[in-house]
């Protein structure tokens, strides 16, 4: 089965930086990649995905890249604030069906 | 709309103990989903369900049993509840094609001791 590993597992920014996590997967049968952002105490809520015929997908401060001859993706988030802390989860799903995959997850910390 | 529901919301259990989590959606969508989350391990998936009267195993399956006698609700069963099983349970829902969100529940934080 498909195997995501996430890195790093925490990261500390401060406010107006850049953060950068980065998941790789193992199925090449993998077509959909979306990020989910927990906050703390909440539920996960999708904030952007991407689908393999798309190298790049941009929703204004956050970005999503693709490489699939490397088996890997990447969540940007440029000009980060206190509310961009949370724990980010990546996820890889194969074509058919709509499970998901999930990594082991990312605290981003935002320091005012 | 109330969107995913999940009910209870915390449970403290003892060894050996029984008990339903319940899940609800009013989306119309066919498929639902089991997950754990352990710190570090993400959210693992135990059983979910592509239709009413239908479910299946996930990644993690041993010691949960499930049912979907209704479209909006999901059952997730500890038969005989163990330590290992304390966790946070979150029920998702989604579309049935492929490559849509999935919706989650606000979780049911369970203990066992």
């Known amino acids: 089965g498909e195997n995501v590993e996430q890195h790093p597992s925490t990261l500390s920014v401060q406010e107006g930086d850049s953060a950068v996590i980065k998941c790789t997967y193992s199925?090449?049968?993998?077509?959909?990649f979306p990020w989910y952002k927990q906050e703390l105490g909440k539920r996960p809520q999708l904030i952007i995905d991407?689908?393999?015929?798309?190298g790049e997908k941009k929703d204004q401060r956050i970005a999503v890249t693709l490489n699939k001859t490397a088996k890997h993706f990447s969540l940007h988030i440029t000009e980060t604030q206190p509310e961009d802390s949370a724990v980010y989860f990546c996820a890889a799903s194969p074509d058919a069906g709509n499970m998901l995959t999930f990594g082991g997850g990312t605290r981003l910390m935002v320091k005012p | 709309n109330a969107g995913v529901t999940q009910t209870p919301k915390f449970r403290v259990l003892k060894t050996g103990q029984s008990m339903t989590l319940l899940c609800a959606q009013d989306m119309n969508h066919e498929y639902m989903y089991w997950y754990r989350q352990d710190p570090g391990m993400g959210l693992r998936l135990i059983h979910y369900?592509?239709?009413?009267?239908?479910?299946a195993k996930g990644e993690v399956p041993d010691g949960y049993n499930v049912s979907r006698l209704k479209k909006q609700n999901f059952l997730l069963g500890l038969e005989s509840a163990a330590p290992s099983q304390t966790s946070v349970y979150f029920c998702a829902s989604s579309y049935s094609r492929f490559g849509y969100e999935q919706y989650f529940g606000p979780g049911t934080r369970l203990t066992v001791t």
């Open positions: 369900s592509v239709g009413e009267g239908t479910t």
């Open positions: 991407i689908r393999s015929n798309v």
């Open positions: 199925d090449s049968a993998s077509n959909y």
